[in-house]
């Protein structure tokens, strides 16, 4: 089983794939404005050297609550490959308790794709969608 998994904490990220039981990671951190630049980390595990993005069986996001902003970035981006190449997208729950690097991520995806006996309907990307466990106050302008 070939995984895709990225995560973000608004001044890190990190991406693995898992190519069988063999895991390659890159993890870079940056300021929490910017944000990464997805051809450096593909470049940096392999794609299109050891592997293209059509032989991922699963792509994967960690929910991360420490940066709304850069999980929704994250999210955006794996929904658009996980549709164009017709896969199944998963989201991993992080709480404030676990700090998971893209690693742990690919993992426990993989333990939760096969414990639902693999059931691509049941990772449709299209509600593979962020989730904030806070309640968001924004405050309104010129109030």
Same mark, same amino acid.
């Given at each position: 089983?070939?995984?895709?998994?990225?995560?973000?904490?608004?001044?890190?990220?990190?991406?693995?794939?898992?190519?069988?039981?063999?895991?390659?990671?890159?993890?870079?951190?940056?300021?929490?404005?910017?944000?990464?630049?997805w051809n450096i980390?593909?470049?940096?595990?392999?794609? =299109?050297?050891?592997?293209?993005?059509?032989?991922?069986?699963?792509?994967?996001?960690?929910?991360?609550?420490?940066?709304?902003?850069?999980?929704r970035t994250v999210?955006?981006?794996?929904?658009?490959?996980?549709?164009?190449?017709?896969?199944?997208?998963?989201?991993?729950?992080?709480?404030?308790?676990?700090?998971?690097?893209?690693?742990?991520?690919?993992?426990?995806?993989?333990?939760?794709?096969?414990?639902?006996?693999?059931?691509?309907?049941a990772f449709d990307?299209?509600?593979? =969608?962020?989730?904030?466990?806070?309640?968001?106050?924004?405050?309104?302008? =010129?109030?």
């Amino acid at each position: 089983m070939n995984i895709l998994a990225i995560q973000s904490s608004g001044d890190k990220t990190s991406i693995s794939v898992m190519l069988n039981e063999e895991i390659n990671s890159f993890s870079l951190s940056h300021s929490r404005k910017d944000r990464p630049d997805w051809n450096i980390f593909l470049s940096n595990i392999g794609v =299109n050297r050891n592997f293209d993005l059509k032989d991922i069986d699963l792509f994967v996001f960690g929910n991360s609550q420490k940066s709304y902003t850069a999980t929704r970035t994250v999210a955006s981006y794996m929904k658009g490959i996980a549709v164009a190449l017709d896969k199944p997208l998963m989201v991993i729950d992080e709480n404030s308790d676990n700090d998971y690097q893209a690693d742990a991520i690919a993992k426990l995806a993989k333990e939760k794709f096969l414990t639902a006996d693999s059931d691509r309907k049941a990772f449709d990307p299209s509600l593979a =969608n962020p989730s904030y466990s806070e309640d968001l106050n924004f405050k309104k302008l =010129n109030e």
